[in-house]
């Protein structure tokens, strides 16, 4: 389910329950990688909250959840009203900004079996328990990778008994040592957003 696309006039916000939405880079030849992930604790629509109406990204339910939408015009009504709202959504557009800078260096830098499990790592944070229910020819597009280079990190984290994959999804086995093994940007990420939301506490 798409929940925005890019370029196109945002009709709706989300305020997910549950399930895990992608933001989506579109390139012109219409190829496209993840920028960044959004659950339980965000929003979608971030483009409405400081007053512009188009979304420049491609926003898809890649994990089925629910959650409630608010119109564009209501939206501006009630972000009026209450401030409190507002400000939350300003410091939430901080953090996606921030994941998208990070994983935009990590798919640069680092290397496929890490960024699996970064990748791992922050949809389990946004869903409810170990498994993350996704193809491989989903997480290759994700990852912006081939589906080959997908299965040998798999292939890699399973084993070493850190995940067990099936067709369908991804279960993690162990926690902690998924955590070892990922790369760098996932303890970047977590530790800036925790500090910023002690800050704003």
Known sequence: MNLSEKGATIKFGYFLNEGLASVLNVMGDEKSIEVGLCGREGFVGLPLTVGFSTSPAQVVMQVAGSGFKISTSDLRIVLRKCPNLAMGLARFSYEMGFQAAQVAACNRLHEMDRRLARWLLMSQDRLEGN??????????????????????????????????????AVTI?????????????????????????????
């Open 131 to 168: 498994v993350v229910p996704l193809t491989q020819d989903y997480l290759s597009h994700m990852l912006g990778t081939r589906r080959a280079s997908v299965t040998v990190a798999a292939g890699m984290l399973q084993k070493a008994g850190l995940i067990t994959y099936k067709r369908g």
């Open 173 to 201: 086995e162990d926690r902690t040592r998924l955590e070892e093994a990922s790369c760098e940007c996932y303890g970047t990420l977590t530790a800036q957003i925790k500090k910023w939301q002690a800050e704003a506490n």
